[in-house]
T-cell receptor, first 116, second 113 residues
């Protein structure tokens, strides 16, 4: 089975442009997470979904960020307008209910975003 | 907000040396996980510990959960270049919050051949 798939792997854009990051979770997983990783702040949870419904978006930095999950196999993270401080590696991860406290999150390879 | 501080932040050692990485918090966690992340990839789970004082071994890696479930350590014996990577601890808070974890600040390990 394929792992978590993210696209694009690299994105370079100019300040003010809209950026859309995409994620396909592992089939059968009912939780999906979006993280941002930087040297300064480490790995931060932005938002997570359960059965396509957003559960906790308290980590979303500001209104410029939005995330959707229209179905069980696809999610997007959008930044509009983008700013240089949004430059980071964005990870998508998925997990499956049923393993309790042993639950494992499976991460995608990440999207490296550079905003000039 | 539950914070997980890792130390050291960076570690560069020679192949064959031993090392210990620490993960500390003032909060109690229901479980603690360790992930390893290699350059250009996402983190991959190594182990989960759930009981205070629990020790788990994975080949040359030994993981321990503190008695009070506020801290954890990762010990690597005879480090090899393949151990190079970013090590992240991740804690789960209240038992009902199984799916959401808080990641530590990370320890970047370089093992020189």
């Amino acid at each position: 089975d394929a792992g978590v798939i993210q696209s694009p792997r690299h994105e370079v854009t100019e300040m003010g442009q809209e950026v859309t990051l995409r994620c396909k979770p592992i089939s059968g997983h009912d939780y999906l997470f979006w993280y941002r990783q930087t040297m300064m702040r480490g790995l931060e949870l932005l938002i997570y979904f359960n059965n396509n419904v957003p559960i906790d978006d308290s980590g979303m930095p500001e209104d410029r960020f939005s995330a959707k999950m229209p179905n069980a196999s696809f999610s997007t993270l959008k930044i509009q307008p983008s700013e240089p401080r949004d430059s980071a590696v964005y990870f998508c991860a998925s997990s499956q209910t049923g393993t309790g406290i042993y639950n494992e999150q499976f991460f995608g390879p990440g999207t490296r975003l550079t905003v000039l | 907000t539950q914070l997980l501080e890792q130390s050291p932040q960076f570690l560069s050692i020679q192949e064959g040396e031993n090392l210990t990485v620490y993960c500390n918090s003032s909060s109690v966690f229901s479980s603690l996980q360790w992930y390893r992340q290699e350059p250009g990839e996402g983190p991959v789970l190594l182990v989960t510990v759930v009981t205070g004082g629990e020790v788990k071994k994975l080949k040359r890696l030994t993981f321990q959960f503190g008695d009070a479930r506020k801290d954890s350590s990762l010990h690597i014996t005879a480090a090899q270049p393949g151990d190079t990577g970013l090590y992240l601890c991740a804690g789960r808070g209240r038992p009902g919050g199984y799916q959401k974890v808080t990641f530590g600040t990370g320890t970047k390990l370089q093992v020189i051949p």
